[in-house]
Structure formats: C-alpha cells, structure tokens
C-alpha cells in the first residue's frame, strides 16, 4: 500500500521545524521514526501534504544526566533507551520498558518522542511516564514550556502537545535507592502492544511503603494513573497480602474498552493481574 503524494521537508533546527509547521499548519506532520505514522499513512487514515523530517535536527537524540533528571531526547530510539548506561543505572525501568516495545525494527526506528506524542492507548511508555512523574518538554511559536505526564495525556491519539510544537525532550527524575520500579505487561502475540501493561514505583521506607506511584496502559482509551491501588497500598508493608488487596483496585478510574483483544471484564481481570506482578517485582527490587 502507498501513502497519498506528500512533499518532504528536512529541517536543520527546531526552529526551521516550527517555522514549517506554522507555514503549512493542519497540512504538515512531523516525522520521527515513522513506525505509528507511515503505517497510517499508507492505510490513508492520515494524508499530510507535508512531512517535517526531525531525523536531521542535531540535539534531539541522546541520554544526558541533568542534576537529578535524565534528559532524554526526543528523538532517541526505543534501542539506545534500552542500552543506555545512564538509564540502566538511574531509572533502569524505563529501559525495562524500551526493551519490551514491538521487535528489533521497531526499536532501532521508533523514539521516545515519537511514542509519547502518538498516545497510542496500547504503548508502553506511557503508564512508565506516569509512574515515575516525567515530564515533556515542547518548543513552539511562544518558546519552550514543560508539560506533567499527569497533564500529558488527553484522550484517545491526543495529547497535550500543540499542533504547532515539536517535543524536544523528555525529563524523567533518577530513582533514590530505597526506590523499586517494575514494569508487567501482558503483549499482544503479534505487535508486541500492551493488551494491559502497568508500571509501579514504591518508595520504601522502615519497612514500609511511603510512596506509590502506578501507571496503566492498554485497557482504556489512555494512560492513567491508578490512584485506587496507590491510596490503597500507601502505608503497608509491600507484603503478598496488601498488594493483592491494592492490586483489586487498578481497574478503578480507568475506561476499560472492551476491543478484539478481549472483553471489559477480561481487560479489567488482567490488569489485577499484571498490577499484583509489577509491585512485587517493584518491592523485590529495592536494594
Ligand atoms: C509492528 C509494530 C509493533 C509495535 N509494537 C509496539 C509495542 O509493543 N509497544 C509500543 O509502545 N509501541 C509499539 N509500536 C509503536 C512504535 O513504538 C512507534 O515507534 C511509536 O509509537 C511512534 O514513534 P515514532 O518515532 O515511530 O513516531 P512517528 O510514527 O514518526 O510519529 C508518530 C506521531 O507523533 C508525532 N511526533 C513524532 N515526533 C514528534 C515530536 N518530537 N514532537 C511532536 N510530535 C511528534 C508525529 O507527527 C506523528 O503524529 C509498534 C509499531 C509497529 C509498526
């Protein structure tokens, strides 16, 4: 299948890149990795006339240590997240989570930026973003601004990013030592998608866990945060018992779509399921 005749742009700077994105307006699309764009270009679901190329934008790729944050480009692929030193030692679960993504293909071309801006409901990153509270970093006409991952995702292929800003990083905090993170996902057999994935950072402290923070991806029309399992295991000891009872709670808040992976009740059952495992693998993680 062919894509609908576009013309092709390679922007130099992010600023070239804005300054094509306001020229040609609800005509262009930016272009990363392709691999959620080109598909839906050649089914026609989505026929720009214009396509901005990032790829040749210097600056946009790469992991950087930035105080207590890692900052990561926008650009950077789903592989060079996962092989990254910086984020195997600082936040080794997300590139737990950049090397559970689709298959080698997919992660040699597909980016971060990429990923998050698409707000695919099935994509991985998203329910990592939310737990470990990163935030966005976009340029447009007005100038830099950062955006929550709370705030981050709006609905259904919809963020909050402008139609005339590019995202330029992704600011993820470094995780302290008394903090475990994990992330479970039941895969679709083919693409490799999130039927439901979450992701768990617990703080532990005195034997307790102080903090939770949990992610949830893949059974509604976006990512969430399971504020449920959070107030529920939030003081507890991490043990089976608490977090077989918090994990009852994932479904709450969040718009189970019953889709051809499987109905509302069997989408609300995993995510109890895959909410229990990523909080023991969290809690046996902490050193
Ligand atoms: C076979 C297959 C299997 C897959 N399996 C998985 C999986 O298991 N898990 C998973 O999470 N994903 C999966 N994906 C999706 C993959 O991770 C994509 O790479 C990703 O969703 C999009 O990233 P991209 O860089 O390819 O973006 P593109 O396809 O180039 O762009 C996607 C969208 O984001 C916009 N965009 C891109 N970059 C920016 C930016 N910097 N600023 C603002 N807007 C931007 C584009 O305009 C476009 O609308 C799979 C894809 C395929 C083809």
Known sequence: MYPAQFDYHTPGTVQEALAMLGQYNDDAKLLAGGHSL???MKLRLSQPKHLIDLRKIPGLSGVREDGGVLAIGAMTTHYAVETSPAVKSKCALLGQVAGQIGDPMVRNMGTI??????????????AAIIALGAEMVAEGPKGKRTIKA???????????????????????PVLGPK?????????????????????AVLTIDAGKIAKASIGIT?????????????????????????????AERAPEGVDVQADLQGSEEYKSHLLKVFAKRAMEAAVASVK
């Open 38 to 40: 080109l598909p839906a």
């Open 113 to 126: 930026g990429g990923s998050l801006a698409h707000a695919d409901p099935a994509a991985d990153y998203p």
């Open 150 to 172: 709370d705030d981050f995702f709006l609905g259904l292929l919809t963020t909050a990013i402008g139609p005339d800003e590019v995202m330029t990083e992704v600011r993820v």
């Open 179 to 199: 903090i475990g993170a994990a992330y479970m996902k039941f895969p679709h057999p083919a693409s490799r998608f999130a039927v439901v994935g979450v992701a």
């Open 218 to 246: 893949g059974a509604g029309t976006k990512a969430v945060r399971a504020k449920g399992v959070e107030a529920a295991i939030t003081g507890k000891a991490g043990d089976a018992a608490s977090i077989q009872a918090a």
